[in-house]
Antibody, heavy 122, light 110 residues
Framework: QLQLQESGPGLAKPSETLSLTCTVS??????????WGWIRQPPGKGLEWIGT???????YYTPSLKSRVTISVDTSKNQFSLKLNSVTAADTAVYYC??????????????WGQGTLVTVSS | FMLTQPHSVSESPGKTVTISCTRSSGRIASNYVQWYQQRPGSSPTTVIYEDNQRPSGVPDRFSGSIDSSSNSASLTISGLKTEDEADYYC??????????FGGGTKLTVL
């Protein structure tokens, strides 16, 4: 059974870069059966997909954030990371990392981290 | 495309409720639909994947379907329990591996 844990600062300043890491345990991030994703949820609002990475390094981003987002993977540490630059208050949210079991354009998020609240404020 | 869900639904314990998820463009059958349950303060969990499949541990009171005529997916929960009160999100894909979530539906069991 996979376990995912987000880590990183809970506070980011406007115009700076938000950085989070997701550590995967209980399985290999190099598994060909999984994609790895970041999803966020602003307070009181719905889920918003940010992006996905495959162990090979292939990435897919939501169009609205594509210019500000980078997702990377470190297979040696069994981790993947999120960087979101030029943040504003609108980026305040609970950020989840999740594993997606399945193939290209299919599959479901079977394991989620507990989520970490990132607040953007000066 | 967008996935549109009702903002909220409510029903009494023991009854049956159906939550819809309408795809704005493209065929609903083009990509599988998943449904996630999110209780307050918790991470989402999958209740339906690949249109109508239940993960192990999800009671058979939960079922999913798609309707090509209305271009929508539905989550049906029968024999409602107070523990089913939660937010429910549908999710599907663009053909280029992009993920789309619906806006979520708040289910109240009263």
């Amino acid at each position: 059974q996979l376990q995912l844990q987000e880590s990183g600062p809970g506070l980011a300043k406007p115009s700076e870069t938000l950085s989070l890491t997701c550590t995967v345990s209980g399985g290999s991030i190099s598994s060909s059966s999984y994609y790895w994703g970041w999803i966020r949820q602003p307070p009181g609002k719905g889920l918003e997909w940010i992006g996905t990475i495959y162990y090979s390094g292939s990435t897919y981003y939501t169009p609205s954030l594509k210019s500000r987002v980078t997702i990377s993977v470190d297979t040696s540490k069994n981790q993947f990371s999120l960087k979101l630059n030029s943040v504003t208050a609108a980026d305040t949210a609970v950020y989840y990392c999740a594993s997606r079991k399945g193939a290209y354009s299919s599959g479901w998020y079977d394991y989620w981290g507990q989520g970490t609240l990132v607040t953007v404020s000066s | 495309f967008m996935l549109t869900q009702p903002h909220s639904v409510s029903e009494s314990p023991g009854k049956t409720v159906t939550i819809s998820c309408t795809r704005s463009s493209g065929r609903i059958a083009s990509n599988y639909v998943q449904w996630y349950q999110q209780r307050p303060g918790s991470s989402p969990t999958t209740v339906i994947y690949e249109d109508n499949q239940r993960p192990s541990g999800v009671p058979d009171r939960f079922s999913g379907s798609i309707d090509s005529s209305s271009n929508s997916a539905s989550l049906t929960i029968s024999g409602l329990k107070t523990e089913d009160e939660a937010d429910y999100y549908c999710q599907s894909y663009e053909s280029i591996n992009l993920v789309v979530f619906g806006g979520g539906t708040k289910l109240t069991v009263l």
